[in-house]
């Protein structure tokens, strides 16, 4: 499946009609688990198909068909292979900063057009930066890189707020298994601008999210 999705990638024509169809199908598979895929190398594999799969213009009416097909593989493998998982963390990663400096690039401010497919994407990001923030073991060390690297694509653009509302709720969820370490550190290690930036999302969390957070499990127990 692999070099078939390698080679209909060549020709932009086919990503929609042969590309979206093998991932698919390549999520399917994964779905049954570790006692249907013996061997670890197959979805270390399909992460790294997702890698030649382009995201870059692509046209907006299948952007959304692209983008479903390369969440479903990863929500896969992070739902059902947690041993493979355990070892290809930094793949994983490249895999999902690829659909999220993906959206962010879709969801600027310049139309309306394609916005709710856009809208569906950035809802799927906040979605698997939920999951990942649950899976602390795996990717607590890289908080602070999936942060970094989330600020760095943002500050190239101004997204609809729509788009934009999505996204912060989601680096919120990584910003739950930040310690104080990590929040110095981002303080200290990200460039100027970057830094003022993580400075305006780290006081809205502070203020709003965590707050609501803290009221809610308050009000639970």
């Known amino acids: 499946m692999k070099a078939l999705s390698i080679e209909a990638c060549k020709e932009h024509t086919l ?6 169809p093998v991932l698919h199908t390549m999520a399917l598979f994964l779905r049954q688990g570790e006692q ?10 399909s992460l790294s198909t997702l890698l030649t799969v382009p995201l870059e213009n692509v046209k907006t009416e299948d952007f959304y068909t692209v983008f479903l097909a390369i969440h479903e593989v990863l929500f896969s493998v992070l739902q059902c292979h947690p041993k ?21 690039h879709e969801g600027q401010q310049k139309g309306d057009k394609g916005i709710i497919n856009i809208q569906k994407c950035a809802k799927l990001v906040e979605r698997k930066y ?19 690297q989330y600020i760095h694509e ?4 101004t997204l609809q707020p729509v788009v ?29 601008g970057a830094r003022e930036m993580f400075k305006e999302i780290y006081c809205e969390y502070s203020s709003h999210y965590r707050t609501r957070n803290q009221k809610e499990e308050k009000y639970t127990v």
């Open 36 to 45: 249907f895929l013996i061997n670890p190398h197959h979805v270390t594999l």
């Open 84 to 104: 493979v998982m355990l070892k290809s963390v930094p793949t994983f990663l490249s895999c999902f900063h690829r659909l999220v400096a993906s959206v962010l």
């Open 164 to 192: 934009k509302k999505y996204l912060t709720e989601g680096i919120f969820h990584i910003l739950d298994i930040c310690i104080d370490r990590d929040i110095k550190f981002l303080n200290t290690s990200l460039q100027i």
């Open 15 to 20: 990503i929609s009609t042969v590309v979206v």
């Open 154 to 157: 943002l500050q190239k653009v």
């Open 130 to 148: 939920t999951f990942i923030a649950a899976k602390t073991e795996e990717f607590t060390v890289f908080s602070t890189f999936i942060i970094s």
